[in-house]
């Protein structure tokens, strides 16, 4: 079965550092996501992609994150100047249609700024 | 902003008895898709129900959308310790971008 796929699956980076995030998504979807979960609390949306440009982001989602997809393939989320808050599992996920479709989820980048 | 809340946070329940968590949102959903988390994991998802009033059942889970699309409930009948886990309910609004807004989670442990 395809699933979406997520390097590193652990990054530790100092505060102030950039750190980039990478995905790829199941190869017929179109529509990709990023979340991100602190440790022990719920999962929060980030932003959601489709044909190359952001449908919505949320408040977290501020200046300091950007999202790209350089290539067919990668779907990546860069953080500019990590801080210590940063600090959760960052999950990617992808689906087929935005409405009424599910959302596969990858394994997770666990990332702890220092 | 659109919030979904769910309870209970934690559920303790011998093997072989129910077990049910209840989300209930803020607004008016197009559609609310279960997961599941197991320690460490990452959402596994389980089903989506569109339709007001929906009942969808796998085995020994069965999902309700209430008739407003507002609230929504897993039941889970016999638990197994393979059921362990972390429970979310994610629903969708109607702006249609695909955004999940998540509830808190209920983290099911089953006692052998």
């Known amino acids: 079965e395809p699933e979406v796929t997520q390097t590193p699956s652990h990054q530790v980076t100092q505060m102030g550092q950039e750190v980039i995030l990478r995905c790829v998504p199941i190869?017929?979807?179109?529509?990709f996501y990023w979340y991100r979960q602190i440790l022990g609390q719920k999962v929060e949306f980030l932003v959601s992609?489709?044909?190359?440009?952001?449908?919505?982001k949320s408040e977290i989602f501020d200046d300091q994150f950007s999202v790209e997809r350089p290539d067919g393939s990668n779907f990546t989320l860069k953080i500019r100047s990590t801080k210590l808050e940063d600090s959760a599992m960052y999950f990617c996920?992808?689906?087929?249609?935005?409405?009424?479709?599910?959302?596969?989820f990858g394994d997770g980048t666990r990332l702890s700024i220092l | 902003g659109q919030q979904v809340m769910q309870i209970p946070q934690y559920q303790h329940v011998q093997e072989g008895e129910d077990f049910t968590t209840y989300c209930n949102s803020s607004?008016?959903?197009?559609?609310i898709q279960w997961y599941k988390q197991r320690p460490g994991g990452h959402p596994v998802f389980l089903i989506q129900?569109?339709?007001?009033?929906e009942v969808k059942k796998q085995k020994r889970l069965t999902f309700q959308f209430g008739e407003a699309k507002k609230n929504s409930s897993l039941h889970i009948t016999a638990t197994q310790t393979t059921d362990v886990g972390t429970y979310f309910c994610?629903?969708?609004?109607?702006?249609?971008?695909?955004?999940?807004?998540f509830g808190q989670g209920t983290t099911l442990q089953v006692k052998p």
């Open positions: 607004t008016t959903l197009s559609n």
């Open positions: 992609f489709y044909n190359n440009e952001i449908s919505e």
């Open positions: 129900l569109v339709k007001s009033g």
């Open positions: 996920a992808s689906s087929a249609g935005k409405s009424n479709q599910p959302q596969h």
């Open positions: 994610a629903g969708m609004g109607s702006g249609n971008t695909g955004k999940l807004i």
């Open positions: 190869s017929n979807h179109l529509y």
